[in-house]
T-cell receptor, first 115, second 116 residues
């Protein structure tokens, strides 16, 4: 079945540092890929998405590129801020006929940014 | 714009009690799901629904029941609460697009449940 593997956390960075959170996936065919963010005490919200190979999703300075050759969707940001401290989840949505009706989430990566 | 609304936000139950977590969405989404989030374990799917009258089990369905009588509502019932059900519960809704199972999911704010 479908699966998503994220780099283990937690990740601690200083403000203005470069961020990479790795995400790889296993799925039949070419799924849609997502990054969600969860701020403390809140639900998950969509950060960015990509629906086909080589697509780049971007939002709030974050970017991720759909790489089918490496089955990856790594999240990057050039200069993190304290307000980026949150838990980040990678997720995929497969084709209905092969994956049923579920979204598949990674384990989540806790990011802490210190001033 | 309400989106996905969960109630209550916090709840304390005694072992053996039953209760219903409410979830409502106003986006006419066909898919609705319940997840639990425990420290270090990410999100685990409890039950989901692909439309009114249709529900299915996720990864951790034991001890929970759901029903979907309308498109808008998807309540989660705890039959006999146990300390192992202490968790944060999230409801989500989404819609399908073309051949993909789901587009992005919209989440509620969560219900923090403690069973003592």
């Amino acid at each position: 079945g479908d699966s998503v593997t994220q780099m283990e956390g937690p990740v601690t960075l200083s403000e203005e540092a470069f961020l990479t959170i790795n995400c790889t996936y296993t799925a039949t065919g070419y799924p849609s890929l997502f990054w969600y963010v969860q701020y403390p005490g809140e639900g998950l919200q969509l950060l960015l998405k990509a629906t086909k190979a080589d697509d780049k999703g971007s939002n709030k300075g974050f970017e991720a590129t759909y790489r089918k050759e490496t089955t990856s969707f790594h999240l990057e940001k050039g200069s993190v801020q304290v307000s980026d401290s949150a838990v980040y989840f990678c997720a995929l949505s497969g084709k209905k006929e092969t994956s049923g009706s579920r979204l598949t989430f990674g384990e989540g990566t806790q990011l802490t940014v210190n001033p | 714009n309400a989106g996905v609304t969960q109630t209550p936000k916090f709840q304390v139950l005694k072992t053996g009690q039953s209760m219903t977590l409410q979830c409502a969405q106003d986006m006419n989404h066909e898919y609705m799901s319940w997840y639990r989030q425990d420290p270090g374990m990410g999100l685990r799917l409890i039950h989901y629904s692909v439309g009114a009258g249709i529900t299915d089990q996720g990864e951790v369905p034991n001890g929970y029941n759901v029903s979907r009588s309308t498109t808008e509502d998807f309540p989660l019932r705890l039959l006999s609460a146990a300390p192992s059900q202490t968790s944060v519960y999230f409801c989500a809704s989404s819609y399908s697009s073309g051949s993909f199972a789901q587009t992005e999911a919209f989440f509620g704010q969560g219900t923090r449940l403690t069973v003592v």
